[in-house]
């Protein structure tokens, strides 16, 4: 690893953000026999699980993958520590800064993988007095979140967590089993809880009121203040901490460069995950927005944004040598929600719909917890075995939308054809 590139050759491939789905979609192209010359960029070092982020908020989690350099230090990949200033899609640039300096990386094509954060600037005051679990160590990180909370211990705190989905239920639920004498307040929009199915949902709720957080439902946030929430009714709820969950937003890179996103800022691609307005450039996980059916929802996940970076990989190769595969699509397994020392766990179809039954409490909690060490271990797998790495559902889409033409018929773009 170097923290800018030694050379001006430029890239095959460059993977940018070393996520769950970039870190996937790199090591996937570093099959020796390939022949690619492939660079993965990232800001920092470690590799950071954001599904175990609210553990990090109370208490320092050892990193699984400490390393990145030294993780990949026996592949072929080009590990960059460094950030990325700009995307020059004409040509096929990106500018980026290490240690002050700044240098510029060429490639042929692009997989954007920069993921998403939490969404601090739709509400009024959010970015300035409320919390987010997110990584690094800014002022309003899960690091200082950490720190903040460890300055309330063992006092009666009030302490607010915004959202009412998983993000938010995982951080109500962590702060009030860690500190059970907290007054741990849940507010949402709508019903805390009702983002899947009725079974999942009372289960939820029920393990949330079991640890003793109180449930504020249908309230809408219109302000935050320095110690004080206002609704959109006009209640007001005084806190002493907030945790912001509502919304999720990708970084605003891809929009500045001139590709087509949505109103999240994700990069719009057809179900070949490419970019529907620069093909040279596929994104994945968070950062990406399909236009058509992926199978099962491609809702933000682990699991999502893992699979998507090894079609990723597997769109690049095709594009290299001139072919085209199938669209992308997969299947789910099952979802787990972690409430403190308690969790909700759920088999889902193929099409991510909750089934046979909803287990909670402490087993499910456990089970919740093998589950997040599988996702890594897929990783592991791939970077022991290139290319070895499958999953369900991966032919379930054989056919591409059509596309209508002036004269009333319909056909396939000629680049998307199988």
Known sequence: MSSLPASDKPYDVVVLGAGYGGLMAALRLSRRQLGLHVALINAEDQFVERVRLQEAMIAPVRPRIPSLAAYLAATPVHFIQARARSIDLARNSITIEAGGLVREVEFSQLIYALGSRVDADNAPGASQHAFRLDPGEGPRSAAALRTALGQLAGRPARVLAVGGGPLSIEAAGEVKTTWPNMDVTLVSATRAGDFISPKVQTVLRRDLTRLGVTLVDDERVREIRENELVTASGRRLSFDLCIWSAG???????????????????????????????PSVIAVGDSAHPEGSTGAPFRPSALTAAVSGVYAAEQALARAAGSTIRPFSFSTFAQAIAIGRYAALFPLDANDNPILFVLGGRVARGLRDVLVWLVLHF???????????????????????????????STVPSDERS
């Open 379 to 409: 990783i592991t797998f791939e970077r022991l075995m290139p290319g070895v790495q499958t999953w369900p559902g991966r032919n379930r889409a054989t056919a591409r939308p059509r596309v209508r033409t002036a004269d009333g018929g």
């Open 248 to 278: 999720m937003r990708a970084p605003s890179l891809a929009r500045r460069a001139g590709l087509k996103v949505d109103a999240q800022d994700r990069v719009v691609v057809g179900t070949d995950l490419r970019s529907v307005s620069h």
